[in-house]
């Protein structure tokens, strides 16, 4: 018999920088009842990010000592800032709350897939070049930093065929529509098996 924590699924919102991702994955999530997983970085919070809310924000040090204890079950670099996840949040939320959701680019949905298999379900979201940048650009994203992750564009474009699901956002609320009635698919199927 499995135990719950196997039935419980965690969705990945993946594609590139701008797409819509996160903005996506807490609506879907909240609509869901779905706990949010947060990652941790070393990057500097930008403004109107909270720290325990968009990412667990800690210095270079904490974040060695975390990594050399073999805590982060994925850990990346991208512009100089470390990013990574802790196996044991997700297990502990997991265990408390069922299924969870995470935003992380195409390079850590890969690398989480090869660990949780058909236990984890990659969202790709995703919308052209020209838009992507705009939506930076209105979010007050430095223009450094919007060149750095348009150079990545084409590269994330590409996993978007090793996702299990894709979907292009221009309007908002029928993207969140179409997410959110396909995740209700996954738990409807988990709740049957249980029955
Ligand atoms: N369909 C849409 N139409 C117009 N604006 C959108 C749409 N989807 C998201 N946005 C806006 O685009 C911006 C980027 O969205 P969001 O932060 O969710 O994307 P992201 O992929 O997580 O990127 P980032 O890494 O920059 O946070 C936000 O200001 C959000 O409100
Ligand atoms: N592979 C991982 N990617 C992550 C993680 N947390 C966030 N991200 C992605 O990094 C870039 C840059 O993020 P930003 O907030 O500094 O702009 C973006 O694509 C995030 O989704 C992680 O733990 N692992």
Redesign the pocket.
Known sequence: MADSQDRAFIFVFT??????????ADSVGSTLGLTKVLSYTTRKPRPGEVNGQDYHFITPELYEELDASGDFIESVTINSNLYGLRGSDIQRSFKNNGSVYL?LNPEGAEMLKQTYGNQLIRLF?YADRQTVEQ??Q??G?GGEVIEQRLGRYETDMIAQARCEHAFE????AH?VFEITNTLEQYLQRNLEERD
């Open positions: 594609g590139p920088d701008g797409s819509g991702r996160k903005t996506i935003v979201i939506r930076q209105q979010k994203i956002n221009y309007d908002l993207t």
